[in-house]
């Protein structure tokens, strides 16, 4: 069931901009669009994050005063329903886009966010890019509101900035990983990712949904957006892979575990994988530590972590899947067990299903202009 509510075509906003989970009765008062909240565009809102933007703001009151949804010339003129108003999309290539906007959301790709990023700043603009354009520029905080928030210390609305919005499998990944590392410091992790469609944007899942129907129908895939056959298949993830034989997609979990943990010397490997699944990702995470950890007190802390829900069930062999996760908030951690291979407790196995165009991307991004409103 979740799997067919998240193909639908999310360029298609239900009038309220919300699944039926999210609607309110018509009665219901929306605080959301006040006078004193502030004014906030949203750059790439056709898209697989920008929709959930939308939905997230709904979720959670987020105030605002106005709203403008930019995109590329393919959608301007386009018109979308959200919250009971109409809006047209505008052409973020247009003149005065971001005039008077206090808040700018951007998924629209790096090269976007390097183009039109430092235009948004200049407009005294705070931008939350979910892009990978500025995540390792030191001068740009990399937050994720859980686990770093005192990063976002010099970041005030009113004074054009840019905040970074890690990359999803990091976020999926320091969400279960901070909590430990915070009591007993972790000195290595290793990392194998298992990533949904949804992670490379809507065409994506739309082309997942086609191949499968394809394969069913003995037809061959249609493979546009990845390089071979996806439904019915695993492979390495699509990003570029580099000159050490990492990913991109690898490297960046690698450089920013280091960044948001202000630990330049914590040991990070990663592999990444793509597996036909719709939305969410999983990620199998070995965690070494410096003082020992026992699986009960890990199990403990991560119970009483923000974001975080257990789904832990030995006996039931109920642990978290993607299915579980799609649509939610908090990431579930399961498969909580020490590591047979490493002495005296200082080794854990556990296992992450997080959504990440949620709290990948959406929600951890409107979590920080959250933090601009504190
Ligand atoms: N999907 C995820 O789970 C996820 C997670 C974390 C971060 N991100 C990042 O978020 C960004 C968007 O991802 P997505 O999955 O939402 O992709 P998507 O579904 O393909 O949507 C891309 C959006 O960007 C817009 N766009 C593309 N080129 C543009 C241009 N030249 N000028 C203005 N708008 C342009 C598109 O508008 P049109 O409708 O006009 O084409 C669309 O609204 C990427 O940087 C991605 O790395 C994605």
Redesign the pocket.
């Known amino acids: 069931m979740q799997a067919a509510a998240a193909v639908r075509n999310?360029?298609l906003l239900a009038p309220s901009a919300g699944r039926a989970r999210h609607r309110r009765a018509p009665s219901t008062v929306r605080m959301a669009l006040r006078e004193d909240g502030p004014s906030v565009a949203i750059?790439?809102?056709?898209?697989?994050?920008?929709?959930?933007f939308l939905r997230v703001i709904t979720d959670r009151d987020f105030p605002y005063r106005s709203l403008r949804l930019?995109?590329?010339?393919?959608?301007?003129g386009?018109r979308l329903s959200f919250e009971d108003r109409e809006y047209t999309?505008q052409?973020?290539?247009a003149p005065g886009a971001f005039d008077g906007v206090d808040i700018a959301l951007?998924?629209?790709?790096?090269?976007?966010?390097r183009?039109?990023g430092p235009a948004a700043v200049a407009s005294d603009a705070v931008v939350v890019d979910?892009?990978?354009?500025f995540r390792m520029d030191p001068e740009v905080p990399l937050v994720i509101p859980e686990v770093n928030p005192e990063a976002m210390a010099n970041v005030r609305l009113g004074k054009g900035a840019i905040v970074a919005?890690p990359?999803?499998s990091t976020?999926i990944c320091l969400m279960a990983a901070t909590p430990l590392h915070r009591h007993a410091k972790v000195l290595r992790m290793v990392v194998s990712t298992y990533q949904?469609a949804?992670?490379?944007?809507?065409?994506?899942m739309e082309e997942l949904k086609l191949q499968t129907q394809e394969v069913l129908a003995g037809k061959a895939p249609t493979c546009n957006i990845f390089s071979q056959q996806y439904a019915f298949n695993i492979f390495s993830h699509n990003a570029p892979v580099l000159e050490n034989g990492y990913n991109e997609e690898e490297m960046k979990m690698v450089k920013e575990t280091r960044k948001i943990w202000n630990d330049k010397d914590v040991r990070v490997t990663a592999t990444c994988i793509r597996v036909p699944v719709m939305r969410a990702h999983a990620e199998s995470v070995n965690l070494q530590f410096e003082k020992p950890l026992d699986e009960n007190t890990a199990r403990e802390i991560l119970r009483a972590a923000p974001g975080v829900t257990i789904i832990d069930d030995r006996a039931a062999n109920n642990f978290p899947t993607p299915l579980q996760v799609s649509d939610k908030d908090d990431v579930a951690v399961g498969r909580i067990r020490q590591d047979v291979s490493q002495d005296d407790n200082r080794g854990l196995e556990i296992f992450i299903c997080g959504d990440?165009?949620r709290k990948?991307?959406?929600l951890n991004a409107v979590q920080i202009a959250e933090m601009l409103l504190k």
């Open positions: 999310p360029h750059v790439g809102a056709t898209g697989a994050v920008g929709q959930e930019l995109a590329s010339e393919r959608s301007a386009k999309v052409d973020l290539a951007f998924s629209a790709g790096g090269s976007v966010s183009k039109y979910n892009s990978s354009a919005n990359n999803c976020i949904a949804s992670g490379a944007g809507a065409a994506a990440q165009i990948g991307a959406a």
